[in-house]
Protein backbone atom coordinates (compact mmCIF):
# COMPACT_ATOMS: atom_id res chain seq x y z
CA UNK A 1 0.00 0.00 0.00
CA UNK A 2 2.79 2.21 0.81
CA UNK A 3 4.50 1.55 -2.50
CA UNK A 4 1.31 2.94 -4.73
CA UNK A 5 0.90 6.18 -2.25
CA UNK A 6 4.90 6.85 -2.57
CA UNK A 7 4.47 6.48 -7.01
CA UNK A 8 1.47 9.24 -6.88
CA UNK A 9 3.21 11.96 -8.24
CA UNK A 10 3.68 14.94 -5.62
CA UNK A 11 1.27 17.40 -7.64
CA UNK A 12 -1.66 14.94 -6.80
CA UNK A 13 -1.03 14.69 -3.22
CA UNK A 14 -0.79 18.00 -2.44
CA UNK A 15 -3.98 19.06 -4.45
CA UNK A 16 -5.52 15.76 -2.24
CA UNK A 17 -4.43 16.98 0.78
CA UNK A 18 -5.72 20.29 -0.23
CA UNK A 19 -9.45 18.64 -1.05
CA UNK A 20 -9.06 17.53 2.26
CA UNK A 21 -8.29 20.88 4.45
CA UNK A 22 -10.73 22.51 2.40
CA UNK A 23 -13.55 19.90 3.46
CA UNK A 24 -12.61 19.97 6.94
CA UNK A 25 -12.63 23.47 7.21
CA UNK A 26 -16.38 24.07 5.38
CA UNK A 27 -17.44 21.21 7.89
CA UNK A 28 -16.19 22.94 11.06
CA UNK A 29 -18.05 26.19 9.97
CA UNK A 30 -21.27 25.17 9.40
CA UNK A 31 -23.92 25.49 11.76
CA UNK A 32 -25.36 23.16 14.07
CA UNK A 33 -29.04 22.18 13.37
CA UNK A 34 -31.33 23.71 15.77
CA UNK A 35 -29.15 26.35 16.09
CA UNK A 36 -30.67 29.99 16.96
CA UNK A 37 -30.96 32.24 14.17
CA UNK A 38 -29.45 36.01 15.24
CA UNK A 39 -26.64 38.61 15.86
CA UNK A 40 -23.60 37.29 18.18
CA UNK A 41 -24.31 40.10 20.56
CA UNK A 42 -28.22 38.50 21.07
CA UNK A 43 -26.67 34.99 21.83
CA UNK A 44 -24.33 36.33 24.29
CA UNK A 45 -26.92 38.09 26.04
CA UNK A 46 -29.39 35.18 25.74
CA UNK A 47 -26.35 32.74 27.15
CA UNK A 48 -25.73 35.44 30.00
CA UNK A 49 -29.34 35.25 30.91
CA UNK A 50 -29.53 31.26 31.03
CA UNK A 51 -26.21 31.35 32.99
CA UNK A 52 -27.50 33.65 35.43
CA UNK A 53 -31.37 32.75 36.00
CA UNK A 54 -30.90 28.78 34.86
CA UNK A 55 -27.16 27.65 35.78
CA UNK A 56 -26.35 24.02 35.31
CA UNK A 57 -25.30 21.72 37.84
CA UNK A 58 -21.51 22.17 37.05
CA UNK A 59 -22.26 25.97 36.78
CA UNK A 60 -23.43 25.70 40.49
CA UNK A 61 -20.76 24.31 41.72
CA UNK A 62 -18.02 26.24 40.17
CA UNK A 63 -19.34 28.94 42.13
CA UNK A 64 -19.34 27.28 45.27
CA UNK A 65 -15.77 26.89 44.63
CA UNK A 66 -15.93 30.39 45.64
CA UNK A 67 -15.71 31.58 41.94
CA UNK A 68 -17.66 34.71 40.95
CA UNK A 69 -18.98 35.17 37.56
CA UNK A 70 -19.02 38.61 35.59
CA UNK A 71 -22.25 39.52 33.50
CA UNK A 72 -21.50 42.76 31.43
CA UNK A 73 -24.24 44.20 29.63
CA UNK A 74 -27.86 42.89 31.25
CA UNK A 75 -30.77 46.09 31.60
CA UNK A 76 -30.96 47.08 35.26
CA UNK A 77 -34.35 45.35 35.19
CA UNK A 78 -32.88 41.74 34.64
CA UNK A 79 -29.99 42.16 37.13
CA UNK A 80 -32.78 43.47 39.81
CA UNK A 81 -34.85 40.38 38.64
CA UNK A 82 -31.73 37.96 39.38
CA UNK A 83 -30.98 39.64 42.74
CA UNK A 84 -34.70 39.53 43.74
CA UNK A 85 -34.95 35.79 42.92
CA UNK A 86 -31.27 34.33 43.19
CA UNK A 87 -30.28 36.05 46.68
CA UNK A 88 -28.35 32.72 48.07
CA UNK A 89 -26.21 33.47 44.85
CA UNK A 90 -25.36 36.76 45.31
CA UNK A 91 -21.94 36.97 46.06
CA UNK A 92 -20.92 34.78 43.31
CA UNK A 93 -22.35 37.89 40.84
CA UNK A 94 -20.78 41.04 39.56
CA UNK A 95 -22.61 43.17 37.09
CA UNK A 96 -20.43 45.63 34.42
CA UNK A 97 -22.43 47.65 31.91
CA UNK A 98 -25.73 47.48 33.47
CA UNK A 99 -28.07 49.34 30.99
CA UNK A 100 -30.67 51.70 32.23
CA UNK A 101 -34.31 51.38 31.16
CA UNK A 102 -36.84 53.48 31.38
CA UNK A 103 -40.40 52.29 31.70
CA UNK A 104 -41.56 51.33 28.15
CA UNK A 105 -38.81 48.41 28.25
CA UNK A 106 -36.17 49.95 26.27
CA UNK A 107 -32.66 51.10 27.09
CA UNK A 108 -31.92 55.00 27.20
CA UNK A 109 -29.82 56.23 24.35
CA UNK A 110 -28.03 59.59 24.35
CA UNK A 111 -27.41 61.92 21.95
CA UNK A 112 -25.04 59.43 20.05
CA UNK A 113 -27.73 56.44 20.04
CA UNK A 114 -25.01 54.91 22.90
CA UNK A 115 -26.55 52.93 25.32
CA UNK A 116 -25.93 55.02 28.92
CA UNK A 117 -25.56 52.54 31.81
CA UNK A 118 -24.69 52.55 35.06
CA UNK A 119 -21.30 51.69 34.97
CA UNK A 120 -18.46 52.07 32.44
CA UNK A 121 -17.15 48.93 32.25
CA UNK A 122 -13.52 47.74 31.86
CA UNK A 123 -11.45 50.70 29.80
Known amino acids: MNRIQNTR ?6 RWIFGCML ?3 ALMSTVPVGAVEGSAQTSL ?3 LLRRLNQPTEHERAHER ?3 VYIYDGLTDREVDQALNEHFDRIEYMMFLGT ?5 T ?3 NSN ?3 NVETESPGCM
Open 105 to 107: ETA
Open 99 to 103: RKTIP
Open 9 to 14: PAAVRR
Open 65 to 67: DGN
Open 23 to 25: AAT
Open 111 to 113: AQS
Open 45 to 47: EQW
